[in-house]
């Protein structure tokens, strides 16, 4: 396998058109096709799993201060389920199928053949490092691909986890990890690739998106943005916070689908502060910067930027506000009052800090909200199910989740529906 590891020198420079043709010459072999196949490469994957939960762990610490519950259930077990959920069904996925025939196909048989794409690039995030890499590879091995894996260079630990253990486990002429920066990242997007999987920021998502389109290959983004919430004074206030908090600070707020911000009645905003003050106590104590729960920020240069939202907010700071450039720590931070056109509103947060913007009812509210890009996610917490059709209605975003967070993400049977682009 041709692979570099990370470790306190530069990585192992790599050619990076040999190894793309050597995972083309892989995939040209047919070697991925069998079903038997890919079915030892997953077991292999679980075993690579369960062998290795110590150091998938140990790596999050590392480069997350990630708690031990955080880093089970967000990364180690959710890898865990998803792959059990492959091996269970995939080969009833891969089975051509009969679609319903028309008159003028009435005596023929009509096939729809699932087919491997061929050679995929799959670039994954710095957040969750290795749930974000890992549970699209392993779609990519059910589905019969060669896979050139490239972690997140600011994620240090969990990349060279991966370079280092992958091999042990897995086919090295299928399987094969390229580790670096984005000069790494910039050679393979010039590479022909016959689908791209990229996780991360809508800037980086651009230059994908372009690199992809000279050869017109097939990609998804997972990107991020600004998700609203809206709460109504209907909700249960305390289950309410509990959620929205919870959704906002799990990885320091460090999530493509946290909450960004929250409308709400300067009403429902006083009741929202009173509950979190209780609730955050609860959580990380009086000083959260002791607790072992709360997890930092990736890097100094992604902690300057959440300190400059929070140094041209100081008068907004209702609850927190402390940060400690040395330890990369923020508090859980609620700012109140936020207006609009404040820097804080421009741009997703990423970041344990949460504005709420005042409004007078949920008609503003959907305004507010449609006059901005559509978010990844719209949350709404409301006892009152017109309120939950009048926002599904009037608004557009890449899914709807009511009276929760962020658990629908991992299955969790909650009220949420999906929009077509």
Known sequence: MTTGTLSSSKPKPINIPEVVQKARDTYNSGTTKPLEWRKRQLKSLMRMY???????????????RRSKTEAVLLEVDYLVNDLTNLLNNFEEWAKPEKP?????????????????YGVVLIIGAWNYPLQLLLLPFAGAIAAGNVVILKPSELAVASAKFIAETLPKYLDNDAFIVVEGGPEETTELLKQK????????????????????????????????????????????????????????FINAGQTCIAPDYVLCTKEVQDKFVEYSKKILKE??????????????????RHFGRLQTLLDASKDKVALGGRYDAQERFIAPTILTNVTPNEKIMEDEIFGPILPIVPVENAYEAIKFIN?????????????????????TEQTRSGSVCVNDTIMFYGGKETWYRYIQP
């Open 50 to 64: 369960e062998e290795n939960r110590g150091a998938m762990i140990d790596a999050l610490v590392k480069d997350l």
């Open 100 to 116: 319903p025939k028309g008159f003028v196909n009435m005596l023929d048989d009509v096939v729809i053949f699932n087919d491997p």
């Open 193 to 248: 690739f016959d689908y791209i999987f990229y996780t991360g920021g809508t800037n980086v998502g651009r230059i994908v998106y372009s690199a992809a389109t000279k050869n017109l290959t097939p990609v998804t983004l997972e990107l991020g943005g600004k998700s609203p919430v809206y709460i109504d004074n209907t909700a249960d206030m305390e289950v309410t916070a509990k959620r929205v908090l919870w959704g906002k």
């Open 283 to 300: 959580w990380y104590g009086e000083d959260p910067q002791k607790s072992p729960d709360l997890c930092r920020i990736i890097n100094s």
């Open 371 to 391: 006059e901005r890009e559509h978010p990844l996610v719209l949350y709404l917490f409301s006892r009152q199910s017109n309120i939950h059709t009048l926002f």
